[in-house]
């Protein structure tokens, strides 16, 4: 990296990569509901506001308190204790959290130490699910800098509810490429398609997640119902299944937020999360720019206590 990050500005990254995240999250919620067709979407005709954020959406901005709470913003690490007790704290289960996750948060929230919690979902083999990468992105634009530091950080983040090593995995994935949208936008060059994908691997433990990533940076000249269909759009709800082809969407489209989304909605599956792990990596390379203004004043408004800048 050839620039230096000054406090604030890591701050503003990270919430310009919150609003790509959670207007993603909230516009792909609603193909959920009935009467919402995603070909609607293709010809710029998007639902009625107010869009609901979800999960993803809560989770992010309990990462990005944490940030913005730092008392060195300059700080390589991440305080876990806090955003273990800022999720417990603030997760409302009717926001569309899967029934682990309640578990898991309630009993953090009832005093266990995160990482017995952790450790002991799934019957002790911890979740791979893509919970901790819908929220990572703000993350990895904070650390635009390093993608040693993102790859760190992604990690220390997904731990605190992630003990599988894929669902770690799929954490420290976005994180990092969401370090090389925002960095690539800060040197003012547009990664080549594939880029993004291969530094990305770079950085990602090995495992399914990696090579799911391998495999997308040579689908380069696929349709995106043709890259949902060999990567997964998050069916499953495992990180394995919904990083890949979220990050083939964003290496895609990473200039155009509004493509991005529209593909995830087009690709079906796992829709909000999709459409949150690649709005949140598009925003870090396209700022809210990028992210039509109709969009995010259609978004519901970002809890107060994370104390959003993000044009709302």
């Given at each position: ?63 990005v308190a944490i940030l ?29 959290y899967g029934p682990g ?212």
């Amino acid at each position: 990296m050839s620039f230096t990050l000054f406090p604030g500005t890591r701050l503003v990254l990270a919430r310009e990569s919150l609003a790509g995240l959670s207007v993603g999250d909230a516009l792909g919620a609603q193909y959920f509901v009935p009467g919402n067709h995603p070909s609607d979407l293709l010809d710029a005709r998007v639902p009625d506001p107010p869009w609901e954020w979800t999960d993803d959406t809560e989770q992010a901005c309990c990462l990005v308190a944490i940030l913005a709470g730092s008392a060195d913003l300059s700080d390589q690490q991440f305080d876990r204790d806090r955003f273990a007790e800022l999720l417990a704290e603030r997760f409302e289960p009717y926001r569309g959290y899967g029934p682990g996750a309640v578990v898991m948060l309630r009993q953090i929230r009832e005093g266990l130490p995160w990482p017995i919690a952790a450790a002991a979902a799934f019957n002790g083999q911890g979740s791979c699910g893509n919970g901790a990468a819908m929220r990572a992105a703000p993350l990895g634009a904070w650390h635009a800098d390093s993608l040693v530091h993102a790859a760190s950080a992604g990690a220390r983040a997904a731990e605190v509810t992630h003990a599988h090593p894929e669902g770690i995995a799929g954490g420290v994935a976005v994180t990092v490429a969401a370090a090389v949208a925002a960095a690539a936008r800060l040197n003012g060059h547009r990664p080549d398609r594939g880029q993004l994908l291969r530094a990305t691997a770079g950085h990602t433990p090995a495992g399914v997640v990696h090579d799911g990533l391998i495999e997308a940076a040579g689908l380069t000249r696929i349709t995106v119902a043709e890259a949902a269909e060999r990567l997964g759009s998050g069916g499953q709800a495992t990180a394995q299944d919904t990083v890949p082809f979220a990050l083939w969407v964003a290496d895609r489209f990473l200039d155009d937020y509004p493509a991005a989304v529209a593909a995830c909605v087009a690709a079906g599956g796992d829709v909000d999360t999709t459409a949150a792990i690649a709005g949140g990596v598009v925003a870090a390379y396209t700022g809210l720019d990028g992210i039509p203004p109709g969009w995010l004043a259609a978004r519901e408004p970002l809890p107060g206590w994370v104390a959003a800048r993000d044009g709302e």
